[in-house]
């Protein structure tokens, strides 16, 4: 009987942990792009049914545990982007094209091959430059209302040394209980959960600005390490189906307001790994119950949408912040590993973090371009060889070559 029961509660105790220690993101990106609060309370709902519904296919259909979530870092992508011309119906229909992008790669491995030969150290440092503005958050709100931050921080430096796990879900307990003892609690608006359907729009600024990147960032941060931690425990992925699944997931809910659905890559270790079950076989109960459990508790969406509405903005953020600091780290180091590519990591991520808007195209956008054309001049640069050194005519038979410029003496 314990043996049975152990995956089903290591599959709720992923979708917990899963919504609750990111879904402040989400709220937080889809509002910046332009929802109102029921279009980002339905865009909730959408990314966490369609998880659901793409996890249970894949569990049941592959027989591995096949984690999916919501896009944590393309969410944190949202928020640095901020409106983009069109308003909500142009992000809508950035939403469709990540989706038609995610099947693409899907169909035509080629695509997929494309993505990954972006230099790892640009696309990390592109990360990096997203989820800074966001992990900046805890400092801010510790200075504008410490009165509500300083319980939240502490408990989240508590459960992180001692339980990393429910960090996260323990610090939103904590900015719950201070909201509800400094808050009377009106204008809460409906907690039912509610779909709210926008026909998209489709503008140059928000293909460039915000779709690709979207994609680039949920294809790299996702569905790439997602991939490498089933292969990490043995398992074979099928990349093309999940990707092919996860994908239409995205363009399925991308109308309700989901921005996009990939695997599970913070998450992914809680289902595929020994604690699920000792027996691998049996470790897709996990991926499948947890499917089950985002789906459920997607419901919720209003309820969690009214609790982001009565905390002063920055708290939520701060939240946020500390849901995503392990993921900076990761991305940080990441893009200064390599020393011959670290001047253009670097020059990425402070394009990318300084949040500028040109042409309606924001940072991430031109992060990665300038990243690439400085990693492309460096490289040709020492691809040129030097000019050969002058040889003395003395030095012809012990062959001691002239320095290239003059030594002072």
């Not at 200075?143 to 996260?168: G, K, N, Q």
């Not at 992060?367 to 691809?383: D, K």
Request: hydrophobic share 55%; glycine share 12%.
């Amino acid at each position: 009987m314990g043996e049975r029961l152990q995956p089903v509660l290591a599959g709720v105790v992923t979708a917990l942990v899963g919504f609750a220690s990111s879904f402040t993101v989400v709220l937080a990106g889809l509002r910046a792009v332009g929802a109102d609060e029921t279009q980002a309370a339905s865009g909730l709902l959408a990314v966490s049914v369609a998880s659901g519904l793409c996890a249970l296919w894949l569990g049941l259909r592959h027989r591995m545990p096949i984690a999916v979530a919501w896009s944590t870092p393309g969410a944190a992508l949202l928020v640095a982007t901020g409106p983009v011309p069109g308003g909500w119906p142009a992000a809508v229909g950035a939403f469709i094209l990540c989706g038609l992008l995610i099947v693409a790669a899907g169909l035509f491995p080629a695509l997929g091959r494309a993505v990954a030969a972006i230099p790892g150290p640009v696309a990390a440092a592109m990360l990096a430059g997203v989820l800074l503005p966001l992990c900046t958050a805890p400092v801010r709100a510790l200075v504008e209302v410490p009165r509500l931050a300083a319980p939240v921080i502490v408990t989240w430096l508590v459960l992180h040394r001692f339980a990393r796990r429910w960090a996260v879900p323990a610090a939103l307990v904590a900015a719950a209980v201070a909201i509800g003892l400094t808050t009377s609690g009106g204008g809460v608006g409906d907690l039912r959960p509610v779909v709210a359907l926008t026909a998209p729009a489709i503008s140059v600024p928000a293909v460039v600005g915000l779709a690709l990147p979207l994609f680039l960032v949920t294809m790299a941060a996702q569905n790439v390490p997602g991939a490498a931690v089933l292969r990490g425990y043995g398992y074979r992925p099928p990349l093309g189906s999940a990707l092919r699944v996860t994908g239409l997931g995205t363009v399925l809910g991308a109308a309700a307001g989901g921005h996009a659905v990939n695997l599970a890559a913070i998450t992914a270790a809680l289902a595929a790994g020994p604690d699920a079950h000792p027996d691998p076989d049996r470790r897709w109960i996990a991926s499948v119950t947890a499917g089950i459990g985002m789906a459920l508790l997607g419901l919720g969406a209003g309820a969690a949408t009214a609790l982001v509405l009565l905390s002063p903005p920055v708290l939520i953020e701060a939240v946020a912040g500390l849901a995503l600091l392990g993921a900076l780290a990761t991305a940080v180091s990441a893009a200064v590993a390599e020393p011959e590519s670290r001047e253009a990591a670097v020059v990425t991520f402070v394009v990318t973090a300084s949040g500028v808007s040109l042409l309606g195209v924001g940072g991430a956008f031109w992060g990665l371009l300038a990243g690439w054309l400085m990693l492309l001049l460096f490289r040709r640069r020492r691809a040129t060889p030097p000019p050969p050194a002058p040889v003395r005519p003395e030095a012809a038979e012990t062959g001691v070559v002239e320095p290239s410029t003059p030594v002072r003496r």
